[in-house]
């Protein structure tokens, strides 16, 4: 008696049908190497937090300081010289490298065939996969960032469910296309400072800001999708 019920939803549960393409697109993003500049609003309130906390400080005898200040020292020096915030890939403005905007997140995007796009037409786009028979969503946007880099191991993917989704409208050249839902997922590099980006005629690692300009049309969507 049930059994009738039971089929139902169980074709349901499958993500892709002959009528309606799912897409996985990965969101593949570097994290800021150095500390980002303080805002100066913030700096100038951190300024004057310190001169008021110094107002109430408790004196300590001279000699007491005198005694902790020596603590420690020997023989030896360290000459800490810090590195450099701007890089020779800031200068040459080198998109393909990812020693560039190291206070920054940058993310990957591809030139080349993406799905959806008009025939012989290349455009930038996230790595990405249409859903097929994979066990889950996440395995089928692993699938197209290996396609991409060759294997995942400096890779990390943040959780298992995608952080946003959009339903991506036909253009007018393509006439009889129908629309598809493509799905976002998270996932960032592991000590690695350089990639063989492979299955793309070019590729950028790009600020939040630079992507809007690639996406103008979904610049409102990206904004509200990417937090940094």
Known sequence: MKMPLIRPL???????SSSEKI???VLFERLPVVIPKIDP????????????RQQYQRRYPDEFLDRSDARGKGDYQIDYVPAPRITEADKNNDL?????ALDKRLYLLLYGNAYGAPSGKPEWHFPEKVYESEETMRKCAESAL???????SNTYFVGNAPMAHMVVQPKEEQS?????KKFFFKSQVIAKNKFDIG???KHVWV???????????????FNKMIIS
């Open 41 to 52: 609003i913030v700096y100038a309130f951190q300024e004057f937090s310190f001169r008021w």
């Open 207 to 221: 600020t939040k800001d630079e992507l809007m300009e690639y996406f103008p049309e979904q610049a409102e969507f």
């Open 23 to 25: 897409v996985a697109s």
């Open 176 to 180: 009889g296309s129908t629309p598809f």
């Open 199 to 201: 299955q793309c005629e």
């Open 96 to 100: 393909r490298s990812l020693q560039r």
């Open 10 to 16: 169980m074709t349901r549960r499958g993500f892709s």
């Open 146 to 152: 290996k396609s991409v880099l060759g294997d995942l």
